[in-house]
């Protein structure tokens, strides 16, 4: 490419005094540039790149390598751009106002603004300047006058280089454009139209796309499709003159592959002010993102077991601390840490205790959830950061944790015995910081230690009794359901009636069950089957009511009776494929038939995915059970959703009859569900029905049965069955 040389050096100089000014000396600035270019363009020989394009380049290398300083016609400093300062060292604060004879090297006489120069408006020269730093050095300098309107010279730009051989002003323009052609950095120029009038070599590297297939697109070529419309319009507003934008944006190759690029985004205006071009020079920084990620895993992460590190704890602690916060929920922080690790390691060698280490991780971890962390925050030192609903849940996830390290491990030809002891903190009630909150859970890990081998304790000294008691009464649940013969037996199941609002007679039956704590008394269902729930012996307890419901439906047939068909609650957790399989087995044995037994659910279970639910469901039917939903109008429960679950009965939760007939809302509640099953064709039934008030407005809105303290309170198997002998009736008056 050819051009007046002196015409680009005018331009860039230009450039520079454009941007170093505002108000009317920038438009005289760029008025002159106008016409510089108009007459660039005129003799430039090579017609396929436009004068834009020099214009362009002229701001590119003003602003990203080439040092421009302008000066009065005194020599006083009026701008310094950024190349300036970093060639020089000097900041702009300290440049601008000093004359320019602080540049110079002491060897140097200053000279006054010679003629020839004002005269010819520009010369080149090879001089010898020295830096902040003390270092001198060879510059190439491009002089060129600034004029103003009426042609008067007001200043002069200099356009410095450092050089080590004498370039002229015709190789320094090819210099220009091989910078720009060859650089690193990708660089593409667009119109005010948004199209692509000019690309470098890089961009064709970068991208794939060689400049014939550039040219004339639009930027959205490189598109990524990942970045929101807000994010586009920055972008777009940047190239449109609102201001120089510098950030990261994710592009697209020729190939599809994706990229990140560290992009910078500037504009060149006309003399109106209005934006003609705008450039873009990025660079494709995937590599450095792939060094981001791998820096990301040493800083955060155990080298050795790929746990989390302190570091990244506390972030998510703190992270944590806020949710929980905001969702008014609880979580806790367990310390574990390892007895005698210490003579472990010396004993075995630090290969073994590495092994150790990375084995008791894998068990650790394989405890807990998925949405839990944790961390390995010292040599034998791991923290467990966890979700719970209620605090002493925590007690529940130290234990199992522990207890996952009772089986030896196997180290090289050794079997390890590991203990440890756990301190737990639970926030946001212990502390509200993530420092505090572990320091309190250490400290109390350290307490647990002193006070013997191995085990959790809590911070709170109320945690601690809590934990107590819930442990305590786990395993007397877990001592009534396997206490067999020797004990009195502490469980037992009672049987509340159901009658029909028709006849008044009994129609069936729900079995209840019962735990008389041997130093506590009778425990109530609704305390101990949540607990059971937890601990998952709900298992065995249902196991145990399915038995003995079967056993009493024998015995009474083996009296002469014939019972009515009685409800056994079934808890979500019993609720598996195998359910089929174990209840039919439990019949069998008894000779009872699946007419005799109704089965309870409640609306939790339908919330645990239909998927799983509706094929164990029609199983159940289709053996011959009736399925009954308890505890209606409590859960989520809507028309729609009902339909799809073979369910014949609907039972109205106690909560609603209470507030009949005087509550609005709970009579309209207990309107809507009959009419919803009556729609179903589902045979309804109101809980904990009282008074008599209660009972016949429940009937006059259609009720099949009820159940409820008014007819019976349950009662044990010997009165029930007296129940039934007596045809005893509820009194429906009319
Ligand atoms: P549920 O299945 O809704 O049982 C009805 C509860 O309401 C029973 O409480 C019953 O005694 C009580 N009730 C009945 N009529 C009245 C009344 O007129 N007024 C009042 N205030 N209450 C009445 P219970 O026996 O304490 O059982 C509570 C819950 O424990 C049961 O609610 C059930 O969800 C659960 N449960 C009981 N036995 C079992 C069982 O064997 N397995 C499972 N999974 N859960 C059970
Ligand atoms: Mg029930
Ligand atoms: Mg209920």
């Not at 003003?62 to 400093?77: F, K, N, S």
């Not at 140097?108 to 270092?135: C, I, N, T, W």
């Not at 586009?232 to 201001?243: I, K, N, S, Y």
């Not at 409590?634 to 509550?663: A, C, Q, W």
Request: proline fraction near 4%; charged fraction near 25%.
């Amino acid at each position: 490419m050819t051009g007046d040389p002196e015409l680009i050096t005018r331009c860039l100089e230009l450039c520079a005094h454009a941007e170093a000014h505002e108000g009317e000396a920038r438009s005289a600035a760029l008025s002159a540039l106008r016409d510089t270019l108009e007459a660039l363009r005129r003799s430039t020989q090579e017609p396929d790149r436009s004068p834009r394009e020099h214009g362009a380049y002229a701001r590119i290398l003003a602003q990203l390598r080439e040092p421009i300083i302008t000066m009065d016609l005194a020599g006083y400093v009026t701008g310094w751009n950024r190349s300036a300062e970093r060639l020089l060292g000097y900041t702009p604060e300290e440049a601008i106002g000093q004359h320019i004879l602080f540049l110079y090297a002491e060897d140097e006489e200053a000279s006054d603004v010679p003629e020839l120069f004002l005269e010819q408006g520009s010369s080149y020269m090879e001089v010898r300047r020295r830096k902040k730093s003390g270092e001198v050095f060879w510059a190439g300098l491009s002089l060129s006058l600034i004029r103003d309107d009426d042609g008067e010279p007001v200043g002069i730009a200099g356009h410095l280089s450092e050089i080590t051989d004498r370039i002229s002003a015709e190789e320094m323009l090819r210099l220009h454009t091989r910078i720009i052609e060859d650089s690193d950095q990708c660089i593409m120029i667009t119109d005010a139209q948004d199209r692509i009038v000019s690309v470098n070599a890089a961009f064709s590297r970068v991208t794939g796309y060689n400049r014939e297939e550039a040219l004339g697109m639009t930027p959205d070529l490189l598109r990524s499709g990942v970045h929101d419309e807000g994010f586009r319009g920055m972008v777009h507003a940047a190239m449109h003159g609102a201001g120089p934008w510098q950030g990261e944006i994710i592009g697209r190759r020729k190939d599809g592959s994706l990229f990140p690029q560290s992009v910078s985004i500037g504009t060149v205006r006309n003399d109106k002010g209005e934006v003609t071009h705008a450039f873009s020079i990025f660079t494709d920084i995937s590599a450095d993102k792939e060094a981001a990620e791998q820096f990301d895993r040493l800083v955060n992460y155990d080298n050795l077991t790929g746990l989390p590190n302190r570091r990244l704890l506390n972030q998510l602690l703190t992270q944590a601390i806020s949710s929980s916060v905001r969702r008014k929920g609880n979580g806790g922080l367990i310390v574990i840490d390892l007895n005698r690790f210490t003579s472990i390691n010396e004993g075995l060698g630090p290969h073994a205790g590495d092994e150790l280490l990375r084995q008791v991780a894998q068990r650790l971890r394989r405890v807990l959830r998925d949405a839990d962390v944790l961390a390995r925050t010292g040599a034998d030192e791991f923290v467990a950061l966890v979700e719970v609903e209620k605090r002493e849940h925590c007690g529940v996830v130290a234990d199992k944790l522990l207890t996952t390290l009772h089986p030896p491990f196997s180290i090289e030809t050794h079997e390890i015995y590991v203990t440890a002891c756990a301190g737990i903190a639970v926030f946001p009630e212990d502390a509200s910081s993530a420092a505090t909150l572990l320091q309190v859970a250490d400290v109390t890990m350290k307490r647990c230690r002193q006070l013997g081998e191995s085990g959790y304790l809590f911070y709170s000294p109320e945690m601690n009794h809590r934990a107590k008691e819930h442990l305590k009464l786990e395993n007397d649940l877990r001592k009534a359901l396997g206490n067999g013969s020797a004990a009195p037996p502490q469980l037992s199941l009672y049987y509340q009636p159901k009658v029909s609002l028709r006849t008044g007679r009994i129609v069936g039956a729900e079995a209840l069950l019962r735990w008389t704590h041997p130093e506590q008394g009778p425990i109530s269902p609704a305390r101990f089957v949540p607990l059971a729930e937890e601990t998952g012996l709900i298992l065995e307890l249902g196991a145990w009511v399915l038995e003995d419901a079967c056993r009493q439906i024998r015995a009474w047939r083996a009296q002469g009776l014939s019972p009515p068909p009685i409800a056994v609650n079934l808890s979500a957790r019993q609720f598996d494929r195998e359910l089929p399989a174990r209840i039919s087995e439990v019949l069998e044995r008894h000779g009872v038939s699946s007419e005799e037994l109704k089965l309870e659910l409640t609306e939790s279970l339908l919330m645990g995915g239909a998927e799983n639910v509706i094929p164990v469901m029609n199983e159940l039917v289709a053996m011959g059970f009736s399925l009954a939903l308890d505890d209606f109008g409590t859960g989520f429960s809507s028309l729609s959703y009902l339909r799809r679950y073979p369910i014949s009965t609907l039972k109205i939760d106690r909560s609603f009859v209470e507030g009949i007939p005087r509550e609005a809302d709970d009579c309209a509640i207990a309107r809507a569900i009959v009419t919803m099953g009556q729609q179903l064709h589902q045979e309804i039934v109101a809980e904990g029905v009282e008074t008599v008030e209660q009972m016949n407005f429940l009937r006059e809105l259609g009720c099949d049965q009820l159940q409820g303290y008014l007819f019976s309170p349950p009662v044990t198997a010997a009165e029930f069955s007296d129940f039934v002998q007596g045809d005893r009736r509820l009194t429906l008056d009319d």
